[in-house]
């Protein structure tokens, strides 16, 4: 098979790519290859060996972006939780995040909610056959629906995730941008043209596991590979080449300053989407904070004033600052304990008592930034009415006080 898509590219820059080299008559052993080689090397991972739609979507919504070891335990623990489709239907939306509480980027949960409600409301509570049906539900894109149909219901549609694209460009020693639009609709085109139709899901599963073992980004395992007579990047010595680094976009670098607002009980007081921070944040739970170009104590006292009207008892404590990245940005948080007569009163607020926040949908920054005041509170001696040394999640994962 060759695939030279220059001629449906109508940009002349386009690099001249030719994919996938492999005669139509060794198609079929190439597939062979691959398939006994997954059977004999899979990885027993929680959700291989269902079928069940719910749970398969599941698990490909939690690898987004998310490696494979630190996703097995929150994907049985939210299980537990939610067991089916309907169970999470129902949920609170607080609930849901607070399961997800440390997998990081937010939205897939509140997503992931959003379509389960649908399915329950227009499909029967079952995860839509149709690939138009699935495209349509919320937080499922190209790769995740042909992922949920192939696996679950054997539906002969390839997925192409980072892994895939990098074996096929491999296979057929194509350079460049491999995210680059035309080149990418000319990976999907190759996937497809190599799917097979008798067991999709597994052959789909094959080609991510190859990607995620053997034909690793650097370095990739070619004496194991069981599809090495075909791979015309070994043949050319060239593997390790494919694919090009992609440019990268510069990192920003932000401060901001936190308030850990104390009431004499103890309690605290959380916001939420805050003063269009709310994205560093994830839109979870989190203290009141601003951007700063330095330690900001005072100008933070100031905000605190003008915007919810709270006046500080006494001095400010500036405890140790916490690092965070997201996406493209570092972020550094200088995080100020505050004692308050009382706590303001503002709508869409919370008051909690700090030893508790960590049963709530917090990001891992304001897990960090309530870290940094419980090592405080061990140096002083105690948090008022606790003896709380550390933060739990819902995950039963406790964050270094
Ligand atoms: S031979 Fe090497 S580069 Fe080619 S697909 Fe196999 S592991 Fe990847």
Redesign the pocket.
């Known amino acids: 098979m060759l695939l030279d898509f220059r001629s449906q590219s109508r940009c002349a820059k386009m690099p001249r790519v030719s994919l996938l080299e492999i005669p139509q008559a060794e198609k079929k052993s190439f597939q062979r290859r691959l398939l006994s080689w997954f059977s004999a090397r899979k990885r027993d991972l929680p959700w291989r060996g269902t079928r069940d739609p719910y749970r398969i979507w599941l698990s490909e919504i939690m690898l987004q972006q998310t490696r494979v070891a630190a996703v097995i335990s929150y994907y049985e623990r939210f299980l537990e939780k939610f067991p089916t489709v309907e169970a999470l239907a129902r949920a609170r939306t607080e609930t849901v995040l607070a399961r997800w509480a440390g997998l990081g980027y937010y939205s897939r949960a509140r997503n992931l909610q959003r379509a389960a409600k649908e399915i329950v409301a227009h499909h029967g509570g079952k995860f839509p056959r149709g690939y138009e049906q699935a495209l349509a539900l919320p937080g499922i894109g190209r790769y995740t629906a042909a992922a949920v149909l192939s696996i679950a219901y054997g539906e002969p549609l390839a997925v192409l995730d980072g892994n895939v694209a990098r ?1 096929l460009a ?2 057929g020693a194509v350079r460049g941008d491999l995210r680059a639009s035309a080149l990418w609709r000319g990976l999907e085109a190759g996937a497809q043209e190599l799917v097979t139709r008798k067991s999709p899901g597994d052959w789909n599963q094959a080609m991510m596991e ?1 990607g995620a073992t ?2 690793t980004p650097k370095s ?3 004496e ?2 069981p ?2 007579a075909w ?1 015309r ?2 043949k050319l010595g060239i ?1 390790a080449e494919i694919p090009e680094a992609r440019k990268k976009r510069a990192t920003e670098k932000l401060t901001l300053a936190a308030a850990v607002l104390l009431d004499p009980q103890g309690r605290t007081f959380l916001l939420r989407h805050a003063d269009g921070d709310g994205d560093l944040f994830s839109h979870l739970w989190q203290f009141p904070a601003m951007e700063t170009s330095a330690q900001a104590g005072s100008e933070l006292q100031n905000h605190l004033h003008n915007r919810f009207g709270v006046t500080v008892r006494g001095s400010t404590v500036s405890l140790k600052s916490a690092r965070h990245a997201v996406t493209f940005r570092n972020i550094q948080v200088w995080p100020f304990l505050m004692r308050v007569a009382q706590l303001p009163d503002f709508r869409g607020a919370k008051t909690v008592p700090l030893k508790q926040i960590g049963g709530l949908p917090i990001s891992n920054l304001t897990r960090k930034i309530a870290a940094a005041a419980i090592v405080h509170f061990k140096a002083e001696g105690g948090l008022t009415g606790t003896k709380t040394r550390t933060l739990e999640n819902h995950n039963g994962a406790a964050a270094k006080a």
């Open positions: 074996v491999r296979i190859l053997v034909c990739p395992r070619c194991e590979c599809v090495s791979c990047a070994r593997a």
